[in-house]
């Protein structure tokens, strides 16, 4: 909204400084943060007034999770607020890609909303029906699919761009829309199920989010492209104002978060970032960077699917308890030292991530 301000620029004045992504980004950033601050305690009190008993805790879960009964949850309204101001403020309103991430943001969003809702409603852990919260994270990852490819570069639509493989396209054609879904839903799912110990996923979330807002930035400048040698995307870079509120609105989140977490993010928050997250990877041609940047989310994923299989197959189990965190907790790690672990995991795999850009 505040681009519109360059209307009135001259070129020499304080109004042109709206015209830079990275300023713009910046002030998203401290509006999330601040939106995060101000918003935060009158939230959470609102929260634990309606919600009473909290978010039900799972009674096969590790003992020390008892003592967090009674922790309000939706917490994630708060982030999901703060991105959703800043980016409306900061971004320019007439960028697809923009408005594409806030589309599946607030969908998923609205769908963890639903589920919170019935678990603290019928202080039950079982929530919406999983296939009815599937079906639905796959229609709107459709829309996001479909979306996304009229919006792409003609050279570049329905094709999967390879990390490290310089000029290396796979034509998927009409499996581009399906293969956009899977990297949306297991994004948001994935995310979904980090999020089990106090702070653990928001950071990975935001490491993500940031490494992402990068890659979107330089995808989106014909310049940095031609030097890095990857696919010009232009229009991406816009989204460092949504990935920059989203971190500041983290930020302001994991001030509550925290342990003890006086507020949990729920699945409000996790569906709606982890979607965010796969978003942002379809519009900018980086599905498979994805993985590795977010590479916590996959192996929090893959923990869970192998356990099932193996336990139907054979009756046993491979790991203490499933998502692999919980596994820690059983085997007597503290939550603190999984949280801090898993996050200089996701710092690492980040780093990795962007490293694909110039290794070609």
């Not at 943001?105 to 609205?110: D, L, R």
């Not at 031609?226 to 870079?237: A, C, F, K, R």
């Not at 342990?259 to 978003?279: K, N, R, W």
Request: charged share 10%; no cysteine.
């Amino acid at each position: 909204m505040l681009f519109w301000l360059t209307e009135f620029s001259d070129g020499g004045d304080a109004f042109n400084l709206f015209r830079y992504i990275t300023f713009r980004a910046g002030g998203a950033f401290m509006t999330a943060l601040v939106f995060g601050f101000i918003f935060g305690p009158p939230l959470i009190g609102v929260l634990r007034k309606r919600q009473g008993k909290g978010q039900p805790i799972r009674s096969d879960g590790p003992d020390g999770h008892f003592t967090k009964a009674g922790t309000p949850t939706m917490g994630g309204l708060l982030i999901v607020g703060a991105l959703l101001f800043s980016t409306l403020l900061w971004a320019r309103l007439d960028n697809a890609y923009v408005w594409l991430v806030l589309f599946v943001t607030v969908a998923f969003g609205a769908i963890g909303f639903a589920d919170d809702y019935a678990k603290v409603s019928r202080q039950n852990a079982a929530g919406v029906p999983g296939r009815m919260r599937f079906g639905l994270g796959l229609i709107i990852a459709a829309v996001a699919g479909y979306w996304a490819t009229q919006y792409h570069p003609v050279e570049l639509q329905s094709q999967l761009a390879l990390p490290v493989f310089k000029n290396t396209l796979i034509n998927l054609g009409i499996f581009f829309v399906p293969f956009a879904m899977v990297v949306i839903v297991g994004s948001a799912n994935a995310v979904n199920l980090t999020d089990g110990l106090d702070g653990l996923a928001i950071m990975p979330v935001m490491i993500a989010s940031a490494t992402l807002g990068v890659i979107a930035y330089a995808v989106g400048r014909v310049d940095f492209t031609e030097y890095l040698d990857v696919h010009y995307v232009p229009g991406t870079g816009e989204l460092l104002i949504f990935v920059a509120g989203l971190v500041g609105g983290g930020l302001g989140f994991l001030w509550y978060n925290a342990p003890p977490a006086a507020v949990f993010m729920g699945d409000t928050g996790s569906l709606a970032l982890g979607g965010a997250l796969g978003a942002i990877a379809v519009a900018t041609k980086h599905e498979i960077v994805l993985a590795i940047v977010g590479g916590l989310f996959v192996v929090e994923a893959l923990s869970v699917i192998i356990q099932v299989i193996y336990f139907k197959r054979t009756g046993k189990r491979v790991f203490l308890m499933a998502p692999i965190h919980h596994h820690y907790e059983k085997k007597g790690w503290a939550e603190s030292t999984i949280v801090i672990r898993f996050w200089i995991i996701a710092l690492i795999l980040a780093m990795i991530g962007l490293a694909t850009l110039k290794v070609r």
